[in-house]
C-alpha cells in the first residue's frame, strides 16, 4: 500500500531525530520476532493513520523466506492432519475465548494499524468469536465422509471423502487486519491443513498478534506462519508455494493472481471489489433505515468490501429519507481515541485518502451535489475525510461505477421495485446488496433478482456476514469461490470418491455376484440386460 513519500520521510525516526514510535519498539519486538525473515532483513516502517506517526519496522520476508516457509510448512501438515478432529476444533474453541479475553490489547492494534474507529475494530472481535465457535462446534459434520447412491444398490456403496490439500496460502488485505486473517486461516486449520500467511505490512502486528494468539491456543508450531512483503514479490511467493490460495483485495490484483494460480492449475477463493447498492421502498420507517444506511455506508470509515456506495430511494419517500440519512450522517463523531468515544475514524493511508478526494471532486465537477460532508479534516488527522453523502451524481462521473472504498455514498431516486432492481444490477460487480421494505416476503422476492453473492433485508451486511453456517462470496468481478459455511471449509480441501463394490469373490467358496458376472454375458448380451436393470431402476424411483 502506498504512502505519501515525504510524509514518511518527516515522520521516519531514521531521518527525522524528533520522530518517535507509536509504539515503543521494546512492546512490539515479541511480535515482530515472528515473521519469517533472514537476519538483516530489510525492513517496511508501517504509520499510524490517526497521527501520521511510525508504529513500527517490520522485517520484510523474500521469496526465498516463503519457500522456507513453505518446506517447514508440508512438514508440519502432515503430523497436524493426521492428528483426530477433535484437537483441531479444541483449538478453535480455545480461540474463541481468548479473543474476548484478549479483546482490549487486539483493539489497539487495530485501530493504530488500521485508523479505523474503535466500535468498527470490535466487530473484527466478534468476527473471530463467531467463526471460532461456528467451525468448532460443525467442522466435525462438514468434513464427515458423506454416503451416497451407489452403481447398483446392494452391490455398490459409494462415499465422498474431504482430506486437506496441504498448505494454504493467504494473502490478506489492510482494511480488516484481524477477520480478513484470522478468520480465514481457522478454517483451514481445522480442515488439517498449514497456512502461510501475507498479511498487507501496514497491518502486520495485528496479524502477527493473532498468530501468538493460534500458539496460546493451542496450535503446533509451524503450522502458521506470517511471511510481510509487497503482493508482487512475497504475496506472488506465496501463491507459488501453496496448494490453494485465498486472496482479498482488488479486481484487477484479484486477476493476477486468478492468472498465476490457474498457472500452476491451484484453486483459489477470491473476494474482490463491490459498488454495493441499497434499495429504500416506499412502505419503510425512514428513522430506522437511515440509522442503518449510516452503519452500512460509513462502518470501517467505509473501508469495507461489503459496505453500500449506492443507496436508490423510491421518490414517495425519497425528500423524507434524504432529510433524516444526512441529519443522521452530519451527528457521527469522528476522532482518534482507543476508546469507544467516535463512530468514525480515520482512512487507513494518504492513498486511500487521494482516492476518495479525487472521486468527490470529481463528481462535483460533473454536477452533483453534497449533501453531507465533503470536507478533509486535517484538525483532527492526515488522513479523516467526513462521511459524505451526494446527489445528483451523472453516469460521467468516476465515482457512478468505480469503488471508492470510503465514507463516500451517492443516492439516487426511483420509480418502482422494477428501476431500483435494474439499476442494483447495472455494474460488473456483484458482493453485497441491501433492501429495506415493511414487507419481508416482498423483500426476500426482490433480493433473489439481485445479483449479487449475499443480498441483505432490512439489514446493510451484518445479517449475511454473521450468519456464519451460510456462504459469503461475489459474482463477476467480485470474485470466485466462497468463505464461512460448509463451502468456506471445502474451499481447502480435496474431494475424493471411494467406491466399493461387494460380493465379487463370493463367500465361503460360492459364487461372486459382482459387476464381473455382467460383463461375463459377452458384448451382444449385456448392454440388452443392462437396458433393462436401468428401465427397472427409473420404475422403482432410484436415484
Known sequence: MAHDPGHAELHDPETDPLATYVLEPDDVRTLLARVVASPGAATHTSYAPFTGGPIAAVPLSTPDDVARAARRARAAHRLWAAR???????????????????????????????????????????????????????????????????LIPGLTTTKVL???????????????????????????????????????????????????????????????????GDGPTVGAAVVEHCDHVSFTGSTRTGRVVAAQAGER????????????????????????????????????????????????????????????????????????????????????????????????????????????????????????????????????????????????????????????VAAMNDTEFGLNASIWTADTRRGAALAARVRAGTVNVNEGYVSTWGSMAAPQGGVGASGLGHRHGREGLWETTRVQTVAVQHGVHGVLGGPGVGLHRLFDLGTETWPRVYTQVLRAMKAARLP
Open 84 to 150: 483426530p478432529l477433535g484437537d483441531r476444533t479444541a483449538v478453535l474453541s480455545r480461540v474463541h475465548d481468548l479473543v474476548l479475553e484478549r479483546q482490549s490489547e487486539v483493539l489497539d492494534l487495530i485501530q493504530l494499524e488500521s485508523g479505523k474507529a474503535r466500535v468498527s475494530a470490535f466487530e473484527e472481535v466478534c468476527d473471530i468469536a463467531i467463526v471460532a465457535r461456528h467451525y468448532a462446534a460443525r467442522a466435525g459434520r462438514y468434513l464427515a465422509p458423506r454416503r451416497v447412491p451407489g
Open 162 to 228: 474431504r482430506h486437506p490439500v496441504g498448505v494454504v496460502g493467504i494473502v490478506a488485505p489492510w482494511n480488516f487486519p484481524l477477520t480478513l486473517t484470522l478468520g480465514d486461516v481457522l478454517p483451514a486449520l481445522v480442515a488439517g491443513n498449514a497456512v502461510l500467511l501475507r498479511p498487507d505490512p501496514q497491518t502486520a502486528l495485528t496479524a502477527l498478534w493473532a498468530a501468538e494468539l493460534l500458539e496460546d491456543a493451542g496450535l503446533p508450531e509451524g503450522l502458521l506462519q506470517v511471511l510481510v
Open 265 to 420: 492449475l491451484v484453486p483459489a477463493t477470491l473476494e474482490l471489489g463491490g459498488k454495493n447498492p441499497m434499495y429504500v421502498a416506499a412502505d419503510v420507517d425512514v428513522e430506522v433505515v437511515a440509522e442503518g444506511a449510516v452503519r452500512a455506508s460509513f462502518v470501517g470509515t467505509g473501508q469495507v468490501c461489503v459496505s453500500i456506495e449506492r443507496i436508490y430511494v423510491h421518490e414517495d419517500v425519497a425528500d423524507e429519507f434524504l432529510d433524516a440519512f444526512a441529519r443522521r450522517t452530519r451527528d457521527l463523531r469522528l476522532g482518534a481515541g482507543l476508546d469507544y468515544r467516535s463512530d468514525v475514524g480515520s482512512l487507513t493511508s494518504a492513498a486511500q485518502l487521494a482516492t476518495v478526494v479525487e472521486h468527490v471532486e470529481d463528481a462535483i465537477g460533473h454536477g452533483a451535489t453534497v449533501l453531507a460532508g465533503g470536507v478533509h479534516r486535517t484538525d483532527l488527522g492526515p488522513w479523516f475525510y467526513e462521511p459524505t453523502i451526494l446527489t445528483d451524481v451523472p453516469p460521467e462521473a468516476r465515482l457512478f461505477r468505480e469503488e471508492t472504498f470510503g465514507p463516500v455514498v451517492a443516492v439516487y431516486r426511483v420509480a418502482s421495485d422494477d428501476e431500483a
